[in-house]
């Protein structure tokens, strides 16, 4: 299996449109308001809006280069010199380790950014979803802390979990 990362184009919109629209569960993966933007035109614009504003740094995964997800970094802090970075998979592509490999990928990418020096890196995930804990913590990420029923899914609540990893526990992969 041969998972890589590239910038996002254009032509991966639909792919990212379709996502939204297909996985019902989209509200697991994060604790913020869930905005599904239609129709596809208005959706395209705001995306396109995002990446050339630099608000979002945003990659493509691909899995025997079909696109299968994307890697994103946001919320950037230039005086802490962090990023939060997120991630999705479509459904078929879950459960094979392209997730693991792909943060792994994202977060080397982010870690030699030229121009950026950035400390940290970290990401929240719902206490429920064991497969996003065990893709940070493949990455080296750590648990900094707990918000306790912070999401709120299906009508229960559930912990939000704040993960990190600090650029010199970092380890680049060997040439």
């Known amino acids: 299996?041969?998972?890589?990362?590239?910038?996002?184009?254009?032509?991966?919109?639909p792919f990212f449109y379709r996502w939204q629209?297909?996985?019902?569960?989209w509200e697991r993966y994060t604790c913020r308001?869930?905005?599904?933007?239609?129709p596809y035109p208005v959706f395209r614009a705001r995306y396109m809006e995002a990446l050339r504003g630099g608000r979002e740094v945003v990659f493509t995964v691909l899995r025997d280069g079909e696109i299968v997800g994307r890697?994103?970094?946001?919320?950037?802090?230039?005086?802490?010199?962090?990023?939060?970075?997120?991630?999705y998979l479509a459904a078929g592509a879950r459960g094979q380790g392209v997730?693991?490999?792909?943060?792994?990928?994202?977060?080397?990418?982010?870690?030699?950014?030229?121009?950026?020096?950035?400390?940290?890196?970290?990401?929240?995930?719902?206490?429920?979803?064991?497969?996003?804990?065990?893709?940070?913590?493949?990455?080296g990420f750590r648990l900094d802390g707990r918000l306790?029923?912070?999401y709120l899914i299906d009508g229960a609540f559930s912990d939000e979990l704040y993960y990190s990893l600090l650029r010199r526990e970092w380890r680049a992969p060997e040439p």
């Open 1 to 13: 299996m041969d998972v890589r990362l590239r910038p996002a184009q254009e032509t991966d919109l």
């Open 21 to 25: 629209e297909e996985d019902l569960g």
């Open 33 to 38: 308001p869930v905005e599904f933007v239609r």
């Open 71 to 87: 890697t994103v970094a946001q919320n950037e802090n230039p005086r802490n010199r962090s990023l939060e970075i997120g991630y």
């Open 99 to 139: 997730g693991r490999e792909a943060v792994r990928t994202f977060v080397g990418i982010l870690f030699t950014w030229p121009g950026k020096m950035l400390h940290k890196l970290y990401a929240t995930t719902s206490a429920d979803n064991g497969p996003s804990i065990a893709v940070l913590e493949a990455a």
């Open 148 to 150: 306790r029923e912070h």
